[in-house]
Every structure is written in structure tokens, then in C-alpha cells.
């Protein structure tokens, strides 16, 4: 939930700025206590909420604050650093119309020459050893691979599409599901099923040229065979995300923005 109190939870301590992409785009790191803190902050905040990075500087001092502010809450996140455009260069990369895109991270304990090392959340902006992001479709197979099975299921409720459910073990693949609701259209893309010991997954569309495969899927072929004999081949239905929840009978839905887009496929092929 959006408010102080919970904001009040996720206070970074430190800021890294680095150059991506050919110096094309900033990555903008914020450093917790721990991974685990930080990813939380990123999965259930910026990845949900729309948001604005604010930089501003303190004339008298030069020092810099970082402020984060929720579009939909009057409450925000403020960082007075210690961080002058002499101290720390990286700061006048800021404000200057380049592409930035912010994820978290924690201190090594270790330094090179450099000066301290960081772990970072690459769940934001993949990127590579040569600091290159990723393509969109590379990111998404990436993320996806990281799922412990799908699941397909018939509706339930009347106003409720039939769905096929990637299940995680925890909070996963949000960024890349967000992604793929751009790409996928109701009208011309499908979903081809292949089915071995694992089962493969691609989401094809001839329209927009696309083709994005995600192998090695656990699944339980007697619900695939029910869930295709139940909608048949040009029957649209829902691609959602989920939580795995041992205690119930099917995963929990894992919304991904605040008013939980669904990915809707035209069939299977």
C-alpha cells in the first residue's frame, strides 16, 4: 500500500550513477541495507506505481538531494546526500534530457580501483558485462525462465477469462510481463504449446513480427489436455502471472500494475 508509513521502510542510503548503452542512458542505483529490501521496494513501488525522480541542489552547500515522488500519494522518498559535482561527477549527468532508468542494489564489502564495488537489481534494465541493456524479447525469455511451472486453467467466474498461469517462487518477471503487454495484441497474437518432457512456450504474431520462446516449463499435461479441450484452437484467453501457494488449489495472481492488466492471446496454435 502507498503511504508514509510503508514508504517509510525503504530509506536508501546511498546513490550510484553509471553510464549505459554507449553513454546513451543513466542507470541510477540505489543502495540499501540489503538485496532483499531493496528488490521488495522496486517490485512492489516503482514497478507498480508511476513515479518521478527529482534532483535538486543545494546552493549553498552543492550538496544534492534525490527525491522520489508517487504520482498517485502525496508522500515521497527524500535523500539529503553528501554528493557535490565535485565529489562525485556522476551528478551533472542528471537533468541534462538523457534517458534514466533507476533499479537498487547493496555495497560490496570489497573496492578496485574504481573505488567501492555494488551489486545491483538487474530486474529493471538488464544489462550485460559491456553495460549494453538487452533487447525487450531477451529480457522476457530471461525473466520467464526463472518460473517453477505453468499452469492453465478453465474461468471460474462468469466475467472471467480462461487463464494460463506462470508461476514463480516469489516476485518475479513483472517488469517483463508490463513489457509484453505492449507487444501482445487480442487479435493477431498466439500462443503456439509444445509439449515433451518440458513444455515450450512461444508468443507468435505475424502482424507485428514477433517471436519470443520461453523452453522448459514444468507443466501437468492432463490440465494442458483439458484446458485445450475446454476453449479449443481461436478461443482467446488470459496470460497472467502467479504466485505459487501450496495451501490452495491454484496460484495467487501476482498483479503487476495497480489496476492488474491481463495479457489476452487470440488462441493457441
Do not use: C
Request: charged share 25%; net charge negative.
Amino acid at each position: 500500500m502507498l503511504n508514509k508509513a510503508a514508504l517509510s521502510k525503504f530509506l536508501w542510503k546511498d546513490i550510484v550513477i553509471v553510464k549505459i548503452n554507449d553513454d546513451d542512458a543513466i542507470l541510477v542505483i540505489l543502495i540499501f541495507q540489503d538485496l532483499k529490501q531493496g528488490n521488495k521496494f522496486v517490485e512492489e513501488y516503482l514497478n507498480v506505481y508511476p513515479y518521478e525522480f527529482i534532483v535538486t541542489k543545494n546552493e549553498t552547500t552543492g550538496r544534492h538531494t534525490f527525491t522520489l515522488n508517487f504520482s498517485d500519494s502525496e508522500y515521497g522518498i527524500r535523500f539529503d546526500s553528501t554528493k557535490t559535482s565535485e565529489s562525485y561527477p556522476p551528478v551533472t549527468w542528471l537533468g541534462q534530457g538523457i534517458q534514466t532508468f533507476i533499479s537498487n542494489g547493496i555495497w560490496r564489502k570489497t573496492k578496485n580501483k574504481k573505488g567501492r564495488e555494488y551489486i545491483y537489481n538487474p530486474e529493471i534494465i538488464p544489462i550485460d558485462d559491456n553495460m549494453q541493456s538487452i533487447s525487450l524479447e531477451d529480457d522476457i525469455v530471461k525473466s520467464f525462465s526463472k518460473a517453477i511451472r505453468i499452469e492453465f486453467w478453465p474461468s471460474t467466474k462468469p466475467d472471467e477469462p480462461e487463464m494460463v498461469i506462470l508461476v514463480f517462487e516469489k516476485r518475479q518477471g513483472i517488469t517483463a510481463y508490463n513489457n509484453l503487454i505492449d507487444l501482445v495484441s487480442i487479435k493477431s497474437t498466439y500462443l503456439k504449446i509444445e509439449v515433451g518432457k518440458m513444455l515450450t512456450i512461444s508468443f507468435i504474431d505475424a502482424v507485428e513480427d514477433f517471436h519470443i520462446t520461453i523452453p522448459n516449463l514444468k507443466f501437468d499435461k492432463a490440465q494442458l489436455d483439458a484446458f485445450k479441450d475446454s476453449i479449443g484452437e481461436n478461443h482467446s484467453f488470459g496470460f497472467v502471472l502467479g504466485l505459487d501457494h501450496p495451501e490452495a488449489d491454484r496460484p495467487m495472481l501476482l498483479p503487476t500494475t495497480p489496476d492488474f492488466k491481463i495479457i489476452t492471446v487470440a488462441g493457441h496454435i
